[in-house]
């Protein structure tokens, strides 16, 4: 489907399409039905203009009496006979003392040897009012047909389509992470019952494979965790031991080093699908400004006079405590490790933000992949490529908006609460 | 010292056992969840060093069994399971520390020492190398008497150094001893170079030089 289109909803669409087609419907037969009726009623005034023409023959053969009767009856002598016709007139009335609309019918005959030309008219004002009564009544009978109809028709649609409907919020209500299969409808239509046939597997599929996944991450890194404490135990015993130069020692110190970044990232990954698996339900309010000076303490145990903070206001949000300080511990950490020539980094709290800042010489290549797991800008620092991949996890737990920039040679990480 | 180390990983085992009885200490094993339940009914054990995860069996069964017996024990419990859950379970029936996998000996060592500290002095004990002396209830340190004026850091890495005293130390060990987890907030251990020199810098002004460099970048703590 094209992007952009409007989208409409079954049922008005449904509803719509009948009401075009019933408006078309009316429309037609309304003109047809006018115009047959107007032919029959001109037919019906035709008879009988013929039938007092015929009478009026028969007074005149029988008595040769000559009569008007202006305008309805108008009999003239002519001296040569014209053809008969039919036409519509207009001609002023004295007993209605205003112009009326005749039909008049013109004929010519020879009784008993002299010629006539007779006229006989009759007013058609009857039968227009004939006509719209008809045309009235049939357009209130058809429009309510039509009420009734579309109402029938709409609440039918609905019924049949419940189950849908029905489905289709339980399929949007569908999570990953749940334990129970979705709960379809039944229905006695077979393409629905087909339709959740195919829902129900595919979801089961869905559901059975991120489970596994899930698992298979879990698993891996709790089974990692053995293996790497049995060479650690090793490393240390051996280094320990006698008979080491300062080479060996080196390597040996820096496969600790390795193992080390091992485990963080083992933890990381499990901290990422704790996130994942909303295993942090305990939200609770926290003024991030106390949580953020608790997090620089910790920092400027390790690197004094590192961090500014500026708070223009207190912000208090709603999170699990022990993700709030990891949010603030990445930030924190990210901007340490990448500022350049190791300058002061920037902490500022505003209305509903949260701001770290470092120095760095120009924006970033790839921005858009910040955010994501296992990547890195530079690789001549070690790390795990998660940190900012947890900053996101968190965020998207509660709906806040992380976001990258650069201004006046710094990069800025802010987040959105 | 009598240790009991419960853990299904033959080689882990055997490694912590060879650290710990370098100290002196006596270190029994038992390999599976059978062996640790008999061993804890039938001896008594100083420390208990428990894997949570023993193939036949739950090592908190264990520390049920051993705290229905013999309540002094002190107990560690080494796990994979980096989970709150398991932590305070494992606390909350009697254990009296937690260490994930992969550890460090010297960690386990110095966790060993503490819980020793606690269960059987009440907190209150002195650690005493030569002329200095480290009270643990008041934090304080005294060479020759005279109390000499530490940061909170420094004072943990002086009784890091003297519970494992005589093994070599490397910057990474002493890094996550004195930071946790929060020591992988930075790109490398360089900085614990700072913290070192200033204690080193104290000690021996007050003439303690007890810490020297082993291999270039590690150090030890010992006489000469």
């Given at each position: 489907?094209?992007?952009g289109?409007k989208?409409?909803?079954?049922?008005?669409?449904?509803?719509?399409?009948?009401?075009?087609?019933?408006?078309?419907l009316?429309?037609?037969?309304?003109?047809?039905?006018?115009?047959?009726?107007?032919?029959?009623?001109?037919?019906?005034v035709?008879e009988?203009?013929r039938?007092?023409?015929?009478?009026?023959?028969?007074?005149?053969?029988?008595?040769?009496?000559?009569y008007?009767?202006?305008?309805?009856?108008?009999?003239?002598?002519?001296?040569v006979?014209?053809?008969?016709?039919?036409k519509?007139?207009?001609?002023?009335d004295p007993?209605?003392?205003?112009?009326?609309?005749?039909?008049?019918?013109?004929?010519?005959?020879e009784?008993?040897?002299k010629?006539?030309?007779?006229t006989?008219r009759?007013?058609?004002?009857?039968?227009?009012?004939?006509?719209?009564?008809?045309?009235?009544?049939?357009?209130i009978?058809?429009?309510?047909v039509?009420?009734?109809?579309?109402?029938?028709?709409?609440?039918g649609?609905?019924?049949?389509?419940?189950?849908?409907?029905?489905?289709?919020?339980?399929?949007?209500?569908?999570?990953l992470?749940?334990e129970?299969?979705?709960?379809?409808?039944?229905?006695?239509?077979?393409?629905?019952?087909?339709?959740?046939?195919?829902i129900?597997?595919?979801?089961?599929?869905?559901?059975?494979d991120?489970?596994?996944?899930?698992?298979?991450?879990?698993?891996?890194?709790?089974?990692?965790q053995?293996?790497?404490?049995?060479?650690?135990?090793k490393?240390?015993n051996i280094?320990?031991?006698d008979?080491?130069?300062?080479?060996?020692y080196?390597?040996?110190?820096?496969?600790?080093q390795?193992?080390?970044?091992?485990?963080q990232?083992?933890k990381?990954?499990?901290l990422?699908?704790k996130?994942?698996?909303?295993?942090?339900?305990?939200?609770?309010?926290?003024?991030l400004?106390?949580?953020?000076?608790?997090?620089?303490?910790?920092?400027?145990?390790?690197?004094p006079?590192k961090?500014?903070?500026?708070?223009?206001?207190i912000l208090?949000?709603?999170?699990?405590?022990?993700?709030?300080?990891?949010?603030?511990?990445?930030?924190?950490?990210?901007?340490?490790?990448?500022?350049?020539?190791?300058?002061?980094?920037?902490?500022?709290?505003?209305?509903?933000?949260?701001?770290?800042?470092?120095?760095g010489?120009a924006?970033?290549?790839?921005?858009?992949?910040?955010?994501t797991?296992?990547y890195?800008?530079?690789?001549?620092?070690?790390?795990t490529?998660?940190?900012?991949?947890?900053?996101q996890?968190?965020?998207?737990?509660?709906?806040?908006?992380?976001?990258?920039?650069?201004?006046?040679?710094?990069h800025?990480?802010?987040?959105?609460? | 010292?009598?240790?009991?180390?419960a853990?299904?990983?033959?080689?882990?085992?055997?490694s912590?056992?060879?650290?710990?009885?370098?100290?002196?200490?006596i270190?029994?094993?038992a390999s599976?969840?059978?062996e640790?339940?008999?061993?804890?009914?039938?001896?008594?054990?100083?420390?208990?060093?428990?894997?949570i995860?023993?193939?036949t069996g739950?090592g908190l069964?264990?520390?049920?069994?051993?705290?229905?017996?013999?309540?002094?024990?002190?107990?560690?419990?080494?796990?994979?399971?980096?989970?709150?859950?398991?932590?305070?379970?494992?606390l909350?029936?009697?254990a009296?520390?937690?260490?994930?996998?992969?550890?460090h000996?010297?960690?386990?060592n110095?966790?060993?020492?503490?819980?020793?500290?606690?269960s059987?002095?009440?907190?209150?004990?002195t650690?005493?190398?030569n002329?200095i002396?480290?009270?643990?209830?008041?934090?304080?340190?005294?060479?020759?008497?005279?109390?000499?004026s530490?940061?909170?850091k420094?004072?943990?890495l002086?009784?890091?150094?003297?519970?494992n005293?005589?093994?070599?130390?490397?910057?990474?060990?002493?890094?996550?001893?004195?930071?946790?987890?929060?020591?992988d907030?930075?790109?490398n251990?360089?900085?614990?170079?700072?913290?070192?020199?200033?204690?080193?810098k104290?000690l021996?002004?007050a003439?303690a030089?007890y810490?020297?460099?082993?291999?270039?970048?590690?150090?030890?703590?010992?006489?000469?």
């Amino acid at each position: 489907m094209a992007a952009g289109t409007k989208k409409v909803s079954l049922i008005r669409k449904t509803s719509k399409t009948f009401l075009w087609i019933s408006l078309v419907l009316m429309l037609v037969s309304t003109i047809a039905l006018y115009f047959y009726v107007r032919y029959l009623l001109q037919k019906e005034v035709e008879e009988e203009l013929r039938s007092t023409e015929a009478r009026i023959e028969n007074v005149i053969s029988g008595k040769g009496l000559i009569y008007q009767l202006a305008p309805v009856v108008e009999i003239k002598n002519v001296s040569v006979l014209g053809t008969e016709r039919f036409k519509d007139t207009v001609i002023f009335d004295p007993s209605q003392n205003e112009m009326e609309e005749f039909r008049e019918l013109s004929t010519y005959s020879e009784i008993n040897g002299k010629k006539y030309n007779i006229t006989v008219r009759a007013l058609i004002v009857e039968s227009e009012y004939i006509l719209i009564a008809i045309m009235a009544s049939y357009l209130i009978i058809i429009a309510l047909v039509f009420i009734f109809f579309f109402y029938l028709n709409k609440s039918g649609n609905q019924r049949l389509w419940h189950p849908f409907f029905r489905n289709l919020e339980e399929m949007k209500g569908f999570s990953l992470n749940s334990e129970k299969p979705v709960q379809l409808v039944e229905s006695d239509i077979l393409e629905f019952s087909e339709l959740n046939t195919v829902i129900s597997s595919l979801t089961d599929k869905v559901r059975s494979d991120y489970k596994n996944l899930k698992q298979y991450t879990e698993d891996v890194s709790h089974e990692m965790q053995t293996p790497l404490a049995i060479i650690q135990a090793k490393i240390e015993n051996i280094i320990n031991g006698d008979n080491l130069n300062d080479i060996q020692y080196e390597h040996l110190t820096s496969i600790q080093q390795d193992i080390y970044r091992l485990t963080q990232m083992n933890k990381r990954l499990t901290l990422l699908t704790k996130i994942e698996n909303q295993q942090f339900a305990n939200p609770e309010v926290l003024n991030l400004n106390l949580v953020v000076k608790k997090r620089i303490q910790n920092f400027n145990e390790i690197f004094p006079d590192k961090i500014k903070f500026e708070e223009a206001n207190i912000l208090e949000v709603l999170m699990d405590h022990y993700l709030a300080e990891v949010l603030c511990d990445n930030l924190i950490s990210n901007a340490l490790k990448y500022s350049a020539e190791k300058k002061a980094i920037t902490i500022s709290i505003g209305h509903k933000t949260l701001m770290v800042s470092n120095q760095g010489e120009a924006k970033l290549q790839n921005p858009e992949k910040l955010f994501t797991r296992f990547y890195r800008e530079t690789s001549h620092i070690k790390s795990t490529g998660l940190g900012l991949a947890i900053v996101q996890k968190i965020c998207d737990l509660y709906g806040y908006k992380p976001s990258y920039s650069f201004a006046d040679h710094r990069h800025i990480f802010k987040v959105e609460f | 010292m009598k240790i009991l180390i419960a853990e299904d990983e033959i080689e882990l085992q055997k490694s912590m056992a060879t650290y710990l009885e370098r100290d002196g200490n006596i270190c029994e094993t038992a390999s599976d969840f059978n062996e640790a339940m008999y061993k804890v009914d039938v001896y008594v054990y100083d420390v208990l060093v428990l894997d949570i995860n023993l193939i036949t069996g739950s090592g908190l069964d264990v520390l049920r069994e051993l705290k229905n017996n013999h309540r002094d024990t002190a107990t560690i419990i080494i796990s994979a399971n980096n989970s709150l859950d398991d932590k305070l379970e494992g606390l909350d029936l009697g254990a009296d520390d937690y260490l994930t996998k992969p550890f460090h000996l010297a960690e386990l060592n110095s966790r060993i020492k503490a819980v020793l500290r606690r269960s059987k002095f009440g907190g209150d004990e002195t650690i005493s190398f030569n002329e200095i002396h480290i009270n643990t209830r008041s934090r304080t340190a005294y060479i020759d008497n005279k109390p000499i004026s530490l940061t909170r850091k420094e004072y943990d890495l002086l009784l890091f150094f003297i519970t494992n005293k005589g093994r070599v130390l490397s910057k990474e060990i002493i890094a996550e001893h004195l930071w946790g987890d929060s020591s992988d907030m930075v790109d490398n251990f360089d900085f614990i170079y700072v913290h070192i020199n200033n204690l080193r810098k104290k000690l021996t002004d007050a003439g303690a030089k007890y810490i020297k460099t082993a291999y270039g970048t590690g150090y030890k703590f010992m006489e000469d």
